[in-house]
């Protein structure tokens, strides 16, 4: 999402490049497991409330990393913030759609005109 601004917080810190590299790509990383983790779920028919629920909670953390990382304004806080914020609209969206095709595609071929079928 925003690896960027994750890192040069990361690095005014530590001043360690490998380490502030992997700190910084944490956030991401998780929340792109997770989302990931949510959408397997999806298709077989679970709610995966647990993995969208972890999804958000990186993207919060890289939101938060992201917005004390900014330069001061709100066009330099809209820029660092919107990525990861976009994302995590998108992969819960996706998470979402995939477990309602399956819950449709499931209804669809198991009932139809009062008769079920396989």
Sequence with gaps: MSFTAQYRMVYATRHLTIVAALEAAIPDAAALVFASLGVALALHGRRAIRARTLNLASVGTS???????????????????????????????LIGVSLGLVILMVSCFCWSDGIWWL
């Design 63 to 93: 939101v938060f990393m992201n917005t004390i990382a900014a330069a001061p304004g709100w066009r330099n806080l809209a820029i660092w913030a919107m990525p990861p914020i976009a994302y995590a609209l998108a992969s819960d969206t």
